[in-house]
């Protein structure tokens, strides 16, 4: 039989969400706090909380995944190790958390977008490339993510592609590990190509101050649009962009590929041609090559024989000319990855339902998030650089596997949300960790990489 296990009250102080320290160190590193607080573009009355103070509370509690104002009332009662934390004067309450975020808006947000660039630059142990016949680049991989508000009120949500109410913000994330580097909230029914163009340059410009190395843009049909091809020459920025077919016909492009592709080994009743071609379906000349995959199906899967045969065709504007066809395709299906980042900002950071009715409080919010998405990412990377050079066996990990990233989610788990003792002893804070927990070894190497990295 199980002995019975009772609540005992005890006099220690306890810290619930010990990996908040990991983030205000983070913070510590950038010019974050100096920045914010001599910002003086906004005036407010409640003089007793810094902007810093009230926008590291809110990323304070984005890093643990309460995005929510009223989250910060569970602190304020004992914000003594929240305070510690993140650098506090003092635990700000939800109304001035909502009044202060109302008043800044879009104000603050180049501040964080500069900042949040400088802190990958600076604290992320690599920017891993992908290697290609061409040489190693840099992905840089830009999408839209619609961000479900259904049966709300809030300004801005509108009928999104995705048949929900909402916003479709676009996001710009950089190496394989998917660093946010930067984002836009917009109206959910805004085309996914309006405002592109600007969102691109101004990314190019945030990525030249992380890394000079060459990078590789990738886009997807919705921003079909000879707008959106970077000058190559100036900015080193080469891409492969899905085309949108618009009204081109399948059984032209079937001529070509009978014609210029080179067929690929495929069941039977299917054939699949892939290849490369310098001018249009109507002989009109191109200013990039556009690279082909056509499929033919005369049997489908299941052995039915088609009356029709069905077709179809992908192809891609690529600015890498020597780059072969079959590598282009699999390099642009590798930006699928990006669809996990989306997932590990809207669900393992819980920010796609935005906590303010008004616009630009969101997305002050969201700008918010894209810095503790970093924070937590890098925190993360460092945790695996670290098992790996210590042979630290991470527990449910598969020391088989090579793993390029921690998800968001595992680091809150493990590390954000690691319970310790607050200890002042000496003039001295100090946390103290149970000898049962199996991840205290990986946080202090964590906490030693991120204090010893140079401000």
């Known amino acids: 039989m199980r002995p019975a296990i009772r609540i005992k009250d005890t006099i220690d102080r306890l810290a619930s969400h010990s990996g908040i320290v990991h983030v205000g160190t983070l913070l510590e590193k950038t ?8 910002f003086d573009g906004v005036h407010f009355e409640q003089r007793q909380f810094s902007h810093s103070d009230v926008l590291f509370s809110m990323i304070g509690l984005l890093s643990i ?33 909502r009044q202060r975020i109302d008043l800044l808006g879009h104000s603050v947000e180049p501040i964080l977008t500069e900042e949040s660039a400088k802190l990958v630059k600076t604290m992320a142990p690599a920017l891993t490339p992908i290697e290609t016949g061409c040489g190693p680049f840099v992905p840089l991989d830009i999408d839209v993510s619609p961000f479900d508000n259904s049966k709300t009120q809030k300004e801005g949500v509108s009928r999104t592609y995705k048949g929900c109410d909402g916003y479709a913000p676009i996001f710009a994330y950089l190496g394989a590990e998917g660093y946010l580097v930067n984002l836009q909230l917009r109206n959910g029914s805004q085309h996914c190509q309006n405002g592109t163009p600007d969102f691109i340059a101004q990314t190019i410009r945030y990525v030249r101050q992380i890394t000079p190395a060459p990078v590789l843009m990738r886009l997807d049909s919705g921003n079909d649009s000879q ?44 054939r699949v041609w892939i290849g490369k071609t310098t001018v249009g379906i109507n002989g009109q000349p191109l ?13 489908d899967k299941k052995g039915q024989q088609l009356v029709f045969p069905e077709i179809e065709v992908e192809t891609y504007w690529c600015s890498l000319v020597e780059m072969p066809a079959p590598e282009v395709i699999d390099l642009y299906h590798d930006h699928g990855t990006s669809e996990q980042y989306h997932s590990e900002l809207k669900t393992d950071m819980d920010i796609e339902r935005l906590p303010s009715g008004h616009f630009a409080s969101n997305s002050l919010v969201l700008h918010l998030a894209m810095i503790t998405y970093n924070a937590l990412r890098i925190i993360g990377q460092h945790g695996l650089e670290e098992a790996r050079r210590k042979g630290i066996k991470l527990p449910g990990s598969r020391s088989s596997k090579h793993v390029e990233r921690r998800r968001i989610r595992t680091v809150i788990q493990d590390l954000m949300y690691m319970a310790g003792r607050l200890i002042y002893r000496g003039r001295q804070w100090y946390i103290g960790f149970g000898c049962l927990n199996p991840f205290v070894e990986l946080w202090r190497c964590i906490d030693t990489r991120l204090r010893g990295a140079p401000a």
């Open 31 to 38: 010019d974050l706090k100096s920045r914010l607080d001599n």
């Open 65 to 97: 995944a309460k995005p929510d104002y009223d989250a910060i009332e569970l602190f304020r009662p004992k914000a003594e190790f929240f305070n510690l934390a993140l650098g506090l004067s003092g635990c700000p309450s939800a109304v001035t958390l």
């Open 227 to 270: 707008d959106n091809f970077p000058d190559v020459q100036r900015d080193s920025v080469d891409f492969i962009i899905k085309r949108n077919l618009r009204r081109e016909s399948p059984t032209a492009w079937l001529d070509v590929a009978r014609r210029c592709g080179q067929p690929v080994a495929a069941r039977k009743g299917k």
């Open 287 to 299: 200013p990039y090559p556009i690279v082909f995959k056509v499929i033919e199906r005369i049997i």
